[in-house]
């Protein structure tokens, strides 16, 4: 799983300018609901990055949605943003 986390950070540090970033899974908060799947993922990216902090933040979630384009597809069911 770690391995799967760096993945994503680096495909976040790839695009976007970041000083600090945190990733934690939350799946077993969800188990038993309706759309369960234990193949994905329910996340909570925090990220520290004087750049998204720039931007509104729907255009910043925005972005990292896009670049986590594929993950939300097929490996992530949920994702929750936090930027400061």
């Known amino acids: 799983m770690d391995n799967y ?3 994503i ?3 976040l540090k790839k695009e976007i300018s970041i000083e600090k970033i945190k990733i934690i899974d939350n799946s077993y908060k969800h188990r038993g609901h309706k ?3 234990p ?3 329910h ?3 925090k990220i520290e990055s004087l750049y998204l902090k720039s931007l509104s933040r729907v255009k910043a979630h925005k972005l990292v949605m896009k670049i986590l384009d594929q993950d ?3 490996k ?3 994702l929750e943003i936090s930027i400061d």
């Open 35 to 37: 759309f369960f799947s």
């Open 39 to 41: 193949d994905k993922l």
């Open 9 to 11: 950070e680096n495909k």
């Open 43 to 45: 996340l909570h990216i």
């Open 72 to 74: 939300l597809k097929f």
């Open 5 to 7: 986390f760096k993945k």
């Open 76 to 78: 992530i069911h949920a």
